[in-house]
């Protein structure tokens, strides 16, 4: 029912106000991608944090089974603590329809049923491993059509919860005493037995009516009554179907093949044979991807046929896309332990190929498989799985080399990995001193030199390293990153600078060197701009007895020719992060802030309110992100990378970089204050509470926003309610930039996004699929953002899981009008959906047709069916 191990996108599971449960992508003991929630708040007393889990649908079952693996930090030697137990609670709500908001059901016990308090066998302190505990919990009779799982820290622990299963059981369809049995679900307690009749397979009728009983562990027992084959048929060895019978030819027969096929029977059946059976198939099989290595896992059969020798087998098949036209594999894959003749329930499948579609068959079988298989039966025992790989990470970076030296800097070139696997989005650069080079004065400050693990990112196969001590040798080593991850780095090269008397050539004085594309673009609009004020100023002089009225318009049309035309710079383009910050952002002296309350948790660290009191201005209040501590030099990156993409920004409907925080600690990002928080909570919170053109108005705001930022060249990726703020005005703001990326010159053009996960219900399905954005995909996220608007916040898709949504959008399926939602506005959505993306219309056309909506109401009197 729940699997959060398949999560392809963030759970976005809804948690109480002000609690501190953070969900992040962490590695679980297999070092497998997970998405996780933690919480650890044992500085502060009187924690009350909860967290609740999607709507999840319990298909008729009247027990439920809860999976938790989890680790716990030791309270032991834990400094400044507050409250620290080893615990968390564990509850549960029934009802009808998923039905729950951000206040109800009330974040209180009362309100939940308690399962149980969970506690840790295993707990890890400084320096040991993060022991892993599972614990396994029933919940039962459930009466309602499906539940919630809510998950309280109360007590203070120091706990992540790394994978949450939800599952009932059931007993599989089944062949038995020549009847056939339909799958039938265990019932509400553990020691029930549930009835089921059986039909007679076909030549077979009713003898005894055949019945079988289903118990709690989903395994069938206590048979009564069987079918009995008519005449002209025999039952097989199984007794699951009736076989034309055959005539004895021959009572007695002492020929020498008669005695051979007599001792064959002696030397390989057993006395208590005829009682035994082929095993049935194996069930709850299921996969686990990663990159281009699928870990498979089954359970083993219900029917094991009663023998004591039961292994099992893998078949491998490629598919076309949909898994279909399989063929058996023909390219070599590594089978961990082995192919056949397996004994344990698990197999790696690994160097299998990128974005491929697999189907795997695991068999299972005994010593009565083979004999019932020359006898012409056809046992159903094995099962099958689809799987779809994902793209593999780069080899090597090859031929890492040093093309010219000074005493304070290094020119390095490389040649691309001969397995790319994909696109390159970038390089790694990794500059370490020799250890020789780290000096015992070093180790006595507790400081290393400031050239120690400096790692710098670029796009391109070259990088000039600045900013290195004089007469030093350096281990320099590169690798390729896809959306995959990182590859291998390549073999260390060793490089030592020159002396400081050596002549360094002028154009390598500079340690961060520009992008000459970036250079030749911003020449070109410079001169733009000089050309076109030049041209104004001239209009002016010579046109001087125009009218005052008519030089305002032409320096509007000008303004806004210039404003249309501004474009969009990616700071990873640049090697200095800092430049990029220094020159998009405005600094902020910490002392001018003022942080008042924490009102959630982001990406990066805590989201506050707070005050912003600068020279000479007003009070305001503000938003303000900081970066948690402990953070690494990717997250620091990412951090200041959103805010150099802010910073880039001007427009009423895309929220505003106030400045940042880099010259204190902690690093702070500052962002005008939007009263009314998220549009999906607020339109959740005033269900039906505004009219059709107030719906329309916040539509509105959204496209003109990103109408503004496609115009610049740039894909937002993660356009979502969510995503959207909305302030005391009404007025709706694109943010979240996070996952954004830019695109190339050309606006309909693609690029690879970043590795990671993709929000597949805001997704186009050529972003799904190939993992490439455009200006095109964002239409279609909009789209599903008129759909939230329009239902008042509802969950796109409801309760689909991410895999039937990329099968059902797939397909051809569309989301249905919401209720009472005007006939027109279902049409522009379903244009934002067109399966084509060059039919999709832009948002500039989208803005259009919403201004027309406003300006003429009477077209959105017809309801969509």
Same mark, same amino acid.
């Given at each position: 029912?729940? &699997? ?5 996108? &963030? ?43 999607? %709507? ?41 329809? !998923?039905? @729950? ?66 599952? %009932? ?61 008519? @005449? ?22 002492? *020929? ?129 799985? +689809? ?8 080899? @090597? ?55 120690? *693990? ?135 002296? #910490? ?39 402990? %953070? ?12 150099? /993409? ?51 108005? /916040?539509?509105? +705001?959204? @496209? ?53 996960? /993709?929000?597949?219900?805001?997704? #186009? ?18 789209? /599903? ?50 399966? !084509?993306? +060059? ?27």
């Amino acid at each position: 029912l729940l &699997d959060t191990r398949t999560a392809l996108s &963030d759970l976005g599971w809804p948690k109480s106000q002000a609690s501190k449960w953070n969900e992040v992508t962490g590695d679980d003991e297999n070092q497998n991608e997970r998405r996780m929630h933690y919480v650890c708040q044992i500085t502060q007393a009187n924690q009350n944090n909860w967290l609740r889990t999607e %709507y999840i649908k319990v298909d008729g079952a009247r027990r439920i089974y809860i999976e938790v693996r989890f680790t716990i930090r030791s309270c032991e030697d834990v400094p400044n603590v507050a409250t620290c137990k080893e615990t968390f609670n564990l509850y549960y709500y029934e009802t009808d329809r !998923d039905e @729950a908001t951000t206040t109800f059901p009330p974040w209180r016990e009362g309100a939940y049923i308690k399962v149980d308090t969970i506690a840790a066998d295993q707990r890890f302190g400084p320096g040991s491993d993060k022991e892993v505990n599972f614990e396994k919990r029933n919940i039962g009779p459930i009466s309602k059509n499906g539940i919630y799982l809510a998950f309280r820290d109360d007590t203070g622990a120091c706990v992540a919860i790394m994978h949450v299963k939800v599952y %009932y059981k059931y007993c599989g369809e089944t062949l038995m005493n020549l009847a056939s049995f339909s799958r039938t679900v265990s019932g509400p307690q553990i020691t029930s037995l549930v009835e089921a009749r059986g039909s007679c397979v076909r030549n077979a009728g009713d003898g005894r009516y055949p019945s079988l009983h289903c118990d709690g562990e989903g395994n069938w027992t206590v048979p009564t009554g069987t079918c009995v084959c008519t @005449a002209g048929y025999e039952p097989n060895f199984s007794r699951t179907q009736c076989k034309v019978g055959r005539r004895i030819q021959r009572v007695f027969d002492w *020929s020498p093949q008669a005695l051979k096929e007599f001792r064959w029977v002696l030397a390989n059946f057993t006395v208590d044979y005829f009682n035994l059976e082929p095993p049935t198939k194996v069930v709850n099989l299921y996969s686990v991807v990663n990159q281009t290595s699928v870990n498979l896992n089954w359970e083993r059969p219900l029917n094991e046929g009663g023998r004591d020798d039961l292994t099992y087998s893998v078949q491998c098949y490629r598919c076309q896309s949909g898994f279909v036209a399989c063929v058996a594999c023909s390219e070599p894959a590594d089978y961990q332990p082995r192919m056949s003749g397996l004994t344990t329930t698990q197999v790696f499948v690994h160097n299998l190929r990128s974005y491929a579609f697999y189907r795997f068959k695991i068999t299972a079988t005994n010593a009565v498989t083979n004999v019932a298989v020359a006898s012409g039966e056809q046992p159903h025992n094995y099962a099958i799985v +689809n799987v779809e790989t994902n793209q593999a990470a780069p080899s @090597a970076v090859l031929n890492v080399r040093s093309s010219e030296a000074g005493s304070t800097y290094v020119m390095l070139r490389w040649d691309a990995p001969s397995s790319i696997n994909g696109n390159i989005l970038d390089y790694e650069v990794t500059v370490n001193p020799s250890r020789s080079q780290i000096t015992l004065q070093h180790l006595a400050n507790g400081k290393l030199p400031a050239s120690v *693990s400096r790692t710098n990112r670029t796009t391109n196969q070259y990088l000039n390293v600045g900013g290195l001590e004089p007469t030093k040798e350096y281990s320099i080593k590169v690798r390729a990153r896809t959306m995959a991850g990182f590859g291998p780095y390549s073999q260390p090269i060793k490089i030592r600078t020159l002396d400081g008397t050596t002549s360094t050539p002028t154009h390598q004085t500079n340690s961060h060197t520009s992008d000459p594309d970036i250079l030749h673009l911003t020449i070109a609009i410079g001169a733009g701009v000089i050309l076109v004020i030049a041209t104004v100023v001239i209009a002016v002089i010579i046109m001087r007895y125009i009218a005052y009225l008519h030089l305002l318009l032409i320096l509007e049309f000008i303004l806004s020719f210039q404003s249309n035309h501004k474009t969009y710079i990616d700071p990873t383009t640049y090697e200095d992060p800092q430049r990029a910050v220094s020159e998009f952002t405005k600094e902020i002296d #910490a002392s001018f802030i003022k942080i008042e309350q924490v009102i959630g948790a982001g990406e990066f660290g805590e989201v506050c309110r707070g005050r912003l009191q600068m020279t000479n201005k007003n009070e305001t209040d503000v938003a303000i992100k900081t970066l948690k501590s402990g %953070y690494s030099t990717q997250q620091k990156l990412d951090f200041l990378g959103e805010a150099s /993409i802010m910073g880039q920004f001007d427009h009423p409907n895309v929220i505003r970089l106030e400045g940042v925080v880099t010259k204190s600690r902690p690093l702070m990002i500052i962002t005008e204050f939007m009263e009314n928080g998220s549009l999906d909570v607020f339109l959740r919170n005033h269900d039906n509470g505004f009219t059709v053109i107030q719906l329309v108005g /916040i539509l509105r +705001n959204i @496209a003109a926003g990103m109408k503004y930022l496609s115009d610049m060249g740039y894909v937002h990726r993660d356009l979502a309610a969510r995503n959207i703020l909305v302030n005391a005005q009404l007025i709706c703001k694109v943010s979240d930039f996070g996952m954004s990326r830019v695109l190339e010159e050309d606006s309909d053009a693609a690029y690879t996004a970043r590795g990671g996960k /993709i929000p597949i219900r805001w997704t #186009a399905p050529e972003a799904f699929t190939y993992r490439k954005f455009t200006s095109a995909s964002d239409v279609w996220s909009y789209g /599903i953002v008129m759909w939230e608007v329009m239902s008042y916040g509802e969950r796109p898709y409801w309760g689909m899981s991410n895999r039937d949504v990329m099968n059902a959008v797939e397909t051809g399926y569309r989301l249905p009008a919401p209720m009472d939602c005007p006939q027109v506005q279902h049409r522009l959505m379903l244009e934002c959906w067109k399966k !084509d993306r +060059n039919q999709r219309p832009k948002f500039g056309q989208i803005v259009s047709s919403l201004d027309k909506m406003l300006r003429d109401p009477s077209q959105l009197k017809a309801k969509a069916n």
